[in-house]
């Protein structure tokens, strides 16, 4: 059983990006440039976006961090949206997810241009996603494809079983799963809360991407020998054990899960740093576009 550590790859990849703005630095350019929104207080959110701000100084990346109150007003917010799409020295932005109740989270996507869009949420990017066209891939899944290429998980014919059908993950990992190319070319099935018969599914999967937000989940009844699983499950639960309260735990049961599996990401660090390492390459490909 070989563990897919998210942890070690996104520091590669950091690593790599900084040797990249380090030849941009050396040609007198201009670095690339993140900015985030975040609406609100959120806990969960303000620890995201600081840990996205540390990673931007880390790379030499420059960062804007623009905070709103939760209070702010649909309208409010879309105009800050068109002060960042038209500010040519903001490379890429993302808004930070949940929005308050009074924003629609429909309109704040579309109003972000799809070419600073580096969370890949924006229907253009995501439906050239669909198409096999260049775009940004959203940033959890193109994390999976780094992990996967990366540790030269077979794909090919493999059949996929994705757990969750959200816009961020689920549906697009059974896209990109299913394309030409690696990693992909594999038989994608997607479930999620009405699928019936579920182990019967996953216990014929050669793959299991799930991302359902449910805590051990999935069981190592549910799987057979030798799977390749990717958990993206992050749910917060009570331990009183623990300094703070609470632990961190995936959608897999790991502890029994992983002595079937032939590799397996752990809750922390999996698939959770590899998201923001993906991105700030899409930021980087972001300035490269703008600079064609």
């Known amino acids: 059983m070989t563990i897919l550590d998210g942890k070690k790859i996104s520091n590669d990849i950091k690593n790599e990006i900084a040797a990249e703005v380090q030849k941009i630095k050396d040609k007198g350019e201009k670095v690339p440039h ?16 600081g840990s996205k701000v540390k990673a931007c ?7 804007t961090l623009v905070q709103m109150s939760n209070t702010t007003s649909e309208v409010e917010l879309l105009e800050k949206i068109k002060e960042l799409n038209e500010n040519p020295e903001i490379d890429g932005f993302i808004v930070q997810l949940p929005l308050p109740p009074q924003i629609n989270e429909q309109q704040v996507l579309l109003a972000v241009n799809p070419d600073k869009d580096v969370d890949g949420f924006h229907p253009t990017n995501f439906g050239k996603m ?3 066209m260049s775009t940004f891939i959203p940033a959890t899944p193109f994390g999976i494809l780094e992990l996967l290429d990366r ?4 794909t090919k014919g493999k059949h996929t079983v994705v757990i969750g059908r959200s816009h961020i993950v ?3 990992m059974s896209i990109l799963m299913g394309r030409k190319g690696f990693p992909g070319n594999s038989t994608v099935t997607l479930t999620h809360s009405h699928t019936k018969n579920i182990t019967q599914i996953t ?36 331990d009183e054990t623990k300094p703070r309260g609470y632990r961190i735990v995936g959608d897999v049961d790991f502890a029994n899960v992983s002595q079937k599996a032939s590799y397996i990401t752990p809750v922390p660090g999996g698939v959770g740093p590899m998201t923001i390492a993906m991105l700030l390459k899409n930021t980087l490909l972001a300035r490269e576009r703008h600079n064609i």
């Not at 540790?151 to 077979?154: A, D, N």
Request: aromatic fraction near 6%.
């Open 203 to 238: 216990s014929q999967a050669d793959i299991i991407i799930s991302a359902l937000g449910v805590p051990n989940f999935l069981k190592a009844e549910m799987v057979k020998d030798d799977v390749v699983i990717i958990d993206v499950g992050i749910t917060r639960v009570t």
């Open 151 to 154: 540790y030269g998980v077979e």
């Open 57 to 63: 100084e880390r790379v030499g990346f420059e960062s």
């Open 34 to 49: 993140l900015a985030a929104i975040i609406v609100g207080n959120d806990g969960a959110s303000l620890t995201y976006v």
């Open 170 to 172: 689920g549906r697009p």
């Open 130 to 132: 669909a198409l096999d």
